[in-house]
């Protein structure tokens, strides 16, 4: 299995909006053929001294962090799914539109060592 995970900051203030958004992207990742796709908003993250969540996104005040993933069977596979969803015009994403700051943004795609379910 491959994974994408995505990290962000979010305005709280925001959260409304970006829930829209990311069940309208969930929906054209699953209908494009991701396995799952997945939206978190922080509840328990700290701040650290050397690296964390926040610090990675540059966290401000009245901002929280959002931990995305979308699951795939492979590389070739998500490759195959990300070019679709790019091209899909109903993710039509402008940068002055989203809920959050884009440029804070960090993602990468990930192979799967261990994959176990209950």
């Given at each position: 299995m491959y994974v994408d995970g995505f990290v962000l900051?979010?305005?709280?203030?925001?959260?409304?909006?970006?829930?829209?958004?990311?069940?309208?992207?969930?929906?054209?990742?699953?209908?494009?053929?991701?396995?799952?796709?997945?939206?978190?908003?922080?509840?328990?993250?700290?701040?650290?001294?050397?690296?964390?969540?926040?610090?990675?996104?540059?966290?401000?005040?009245?901002?929280?962090?959002?931990?995305s993933w979308a699951v795939y069977k492979s590389r070739a596979h998500r490759d195959r799914v990300i070019k679709k969803v790019m091209s899909d015009p109903r993710l039509d994403l402008k940068p002055r539109e989203l809920p959050f700051d884009g440029m804070r943004m960090f993602w990468g795609g990930f192979r799967t060592i261990v994959n176990l379910d209950a």
């Open positions: 900051p979010l305005p709280v203030k925001n959260l409304a909006a970006y829930k829209r958004l990311a069940r309208k992207a969930g929906k054209i990742w699953l209908e494009h053929g991701a396995l799952a796709y997945r939206e978190c908003v922080a509840d328990d993250v700290q701040g650290g001294e050397l690296t964390s969540f926040p610090q990675a996104v540059q966290l401000k005040r009245g901002e929280t962090v959002v931990f």
